[in-house]
């Protein structure tokens, strides 16, 4: 029997942003980097994001962002992002010291280890989990 290769060697999630710039620096506060962006110059209209600390960078996690003519409706954002950190307190602490509200670490039966929501400035929620043996 031939193992063959996955169809799909990543996934990328790509969201619509009001403000490129703006929501890479809230990104930055995560631990994103812009890797690419367009245009090289004036207002960036695409940009794709990526986090240098993770073990495997080219996948994952990344993140495009792509500027939108459209208003952003956070009531319709159906989309939830769950991210990992390795000191959740630590993360929860540097984003509140940044001015950005981040709610209390909750520890339900599926986490015990703990997790918070945040929004992006679009109105994206994240979710914020503590890593661990059982998780990324």
């Known amino acids: 029997m031939t193992t063959q290769p996955a169809p799909i060697s990543a996934l990328v999630a790509m969201i619509h942003v009001a403000e490129v710039e ?3 620096a ?3 506060l995560l631990g994103f980097d812009v890797g690419n962006f367009v245009p090289a110059e004036g207002p960036m209209q695409w940009a794709w994001l990526y986090a240098p600390t993770a ?4 996948r994952g996690p990344n993140l495009m962002l792509a500027r939108t003519a459209r208003p952003i409706d956070p009531g319709t954002q159906d989309v939830l992002f769950y991210l990992y950190a390795a000191d959740l307190a630590a993360l929860r602490g540097q984003l509140l010291a940044a001015g950005i509200s981040a709610g209390a670490i909750s520890y339900p039966e599926y986490l015990p280890a703990g997790e918070f929501r945040v929004q992006d400035p679009d109105g994206y929620t994240l979710m914020i989990a503590q890593s661990g043996a059982d998780t990324p």
């Open 26 to 28: 809230f990104y930055g």
């Open 22 to 24: 703006r929501s890479a």
């Open 55 to 58: 073990s495997d960078w080219k």
